[in-house]
């Protein structure tokens, strides 16, 4: 370098503006000087090297290089214990705070912002996701590094509370007559509001003593998980409580499958969820379709209500 001093660890250099001592530079944007003029590296920013004493603007200033392979010496942003992971700050200090990539590790601790600490430095920009932060600018996440937004993002991909909807008007009444009435009366299953235009709900309801069955089918998405369990969810009720009454279910997957039975808890009287679990052994390699029989149990005494219908699966990664 034409006009500097080089040695092992040390170069000098121009101040492109005031520096303090201690303080994180870079080689400043533009600079045509020889040597070149450094200014400080600011929070998420790079630097080549700490200042080994405060100098004015335009002074010559000597800076201890990064690449040295010792130890450096910073001015604290705020307080971290010994072992931070430590990130740029402006004005050339270091802190614990996360932005960009972690830049070294404190051998001190700070106990206030402007101490001078002891730090190990990286010779290289980190590769690790654990130490380079996440600059959040659409205010989408609490997450703050690479790996903490990694680990959502596939938590909800993976989650098991992926979604199928089934439209309660796709369901089919499995007497063998494959008609629904609107409104009734009958025994049959009937759809209906819950009461007319005062609560226009929409339910499937069974009258008292009727237990004939309705019938579904439902494709499945490519990214099912057929090692995990698959969940009906039901959000049912009943205009009494005189009597313990169950939802049983037969699925069959694709065609000429197994019939798996299964059954909810108890249902209360007051509308509210209950689950069907077929269980990951019952679910065959490439389900790609599954049909399912719902028959509620006895209930002489009891109408039963059913308002939504949806399943909810663990989803695999897709690689093609």
């Known amino acids: 370098m034409s006009g500097s001093k080089v040695t092992l660890q040390t170069i000098t250099v121009l101040a492109g503006e005031a520096l303090t001592a201690k303080a994180r530079v870079k080689i400043e944007s533009g600079t045509v000087t020889s040597p070149p003029e450094v200014a400080y590296a600011d929070q998420g920013e790079q630097a080549i090297g ?16 990064i690449m040295w392979g010792g130890t450096l010496a910073g001015i604290a942003n705020d307080s971290f214990a010994i072992g931070a992971t430590l990130y740029a700050h402006n004005d050339g200090e270091i802190s614990d705070t996360s932005s960009g990539s972690a830049i070294g590790i404190a051998l001190e601790a700070a106990t206030a912002a402007g101490d001078e600490v002891e730090y190990a430095p990286f010779g290289v920009l980190s590769t ?14 609490a997450a703050a590094t690479m790996e903490a937004v990694g680990a959502e993002l596939y938590t909800d991909l993976l989650s098991a ?6 439209p309660l008007t ?5 007497d063998g007559t494959n008609t629904v009435s609107f409104g009734g009366p009958a025994t049959d299953p009937i759809l209906d509001m819950t ?7 929409l339910r499937w309801v069974w009258a008292a003593a009727s237990v004939v069955e309705i ?21 049912a009720g009943k205009d009494a409580d005189a009597n313990t009454v169950t939802l049983a279910s037969d699925s069959y997957f694709m065609v000429g499958d197994t019939k798996v039975s299964d ?23 490439g389900a790609q379709t599954l049909t399912i029989e719902l028959t509620p149990s006895a209930h002489a005494g009891d109408a039963l209500y059913v308002w939504a219908t949806w399943l909810e699966y663990t989803a695999i990664l897709l690689t093609s």
């Open 263 to 285: 059954v909810t808890a108890t249902i209360a009287q007051a509308a509210g969820e209950t689950i069907i679990t077929i269980a990951a052994a019952d679910v065959p390699a």
């Open 170 to 174: 796709s369901w089919m009444i499995g």
């Open 161 to 166: 509370q992926n979604f199928i909807p089934i």
């Open 128 to 141: 690790t996701a654990a130490t380079v932060s996440y600059a959040d600018a659409g205010g989408q996440t």
């Open 50 to 65: 700490v200042t080994d004493y405060a100098v004015a603007d335009g002074a010559y200033v000597s800076i201890t290089l």
């Open 215 to 235: 019938v579904n089918q439902i494709p499945l998405p490519p990214n099912l998980d057929v090692a995990s369990d698959i969940v009906l969810h039901l959000y």
């Open 195 to 201: 009461n007319g235009d005062t609560d226009s709900a």
